[in-house]
């Protein structure tokens, strides 16, 4: 499934963004402007941006796909395209989770349908940067185990394609 749109390109790295991908760098300083009653807005309407999960991955075994580091029931599902891009869904339950349903839209937004480079390069205190920036520091553990493990599946993916 080729897709025209070109990847994302990576910002030089800053002493606090690390190597993000533009559009998550220009998410993260979206919401260090807001209040925290308009970002927690802008965390529900993320949250209802989440793709819901295709027909296709109804019948796998979720084992390899789950997050058990994650206090809430997540599961990843990543898939390659034929042109080596990556795009990841995940199942979470969104009215019960909004905020792990937003971390993981707002991911999935720099993320999605680009090269596997683009999720390895995100830094490792990403996590930390988007829950300062949304004033959610709590949360942190389980929301960085889901992008350890979309870093993970995004490294097998590089694997597979260079094999």
């Given at each position: 499934?080729?897709?025209?749109?070109?990847?994302?390109?990576?910002?030089?790295?800053?002493?606090?963004?690390?190597?993000?991908?533009?559009s998550?760098?220009?998410?993260?300083?979206?919401?260090?402007?807001?209040?925290?009653?308009?970002?927690?807005?802008?965390?529900?309407?993320?949250?209802?941006?989440?793709?819901?999960?295709?027909?296709?991955?109804?019948?796998?075994?979720?084992?390899?796909?789950?997050?058990?580091?994650?206090?809430?029931?997540?599961?990843?599902?990543?898939?390659?395209?034929?042109?080596?891009?990556?795009?990841?869904?995940?199942?979470?339950?969104?009215?019960?989770?909004?905020?792990?349903?937003?971390?993981l839209?707002?991911?999935?937004?720099?993320?999605?349908?680009?090269?596997?480079?683009?999720?390895?390069?995100?830094?490792?205190?990403?996590?930390r940067?988007?829950?300062?920036?949304?004033?959610?520091?709590?949360r942190?553990?389980?929301?960085?185990?889901?992008?350890?493990?979309?870093?993970?599946?995004?490294?097998?993916?590089?694997?597979?394609a260079?094999?």
């Amino acid at each position: 499934m080729p897709h025209a749109t070109p990847p994302t390109p990576i910002e030089a790295p800053s002493s606090e963004e690390g190597a993000l991908p533009a559009s998550l760098a220009r998410t993260l300083r979206q919401f260090r402007l807001l209040e925290r009653e308009d970002k927690m807005q802008a965390l529900l309407g993320w949250s209802k941006k989440l793709e819901p999960l295709p027909d296709r991955f109804a019948g796998l075994d979720r084992t390899a796909f789950t997050v058990p580091e994650c206090q809430t029931r997540v599961d990843i599902f990543p898939e390659r395209h034929d042109d080596g891009t990556i795009h990841f869904y995940a199942d979470v339950n969104a009215r019960q989770s909004p905020t792990v349903a937003a971390v993981l839209a707002i991911t999935f937004a720099a993320v999605n349908d680009q090269p596997p480079s683009v999720t390895l390069a995100l830094p490792s205190d990403f996590v930390r940067l988007l829950m300062q920036d949304i004033g959610l520091g709590a949360r942190e553990s389980g929301l960085s185990a889901m992008v350890a493990r979309l870093t993970r599946f995004a490294a097998q993916s590089e694997t597979t394609a260079s094999a």
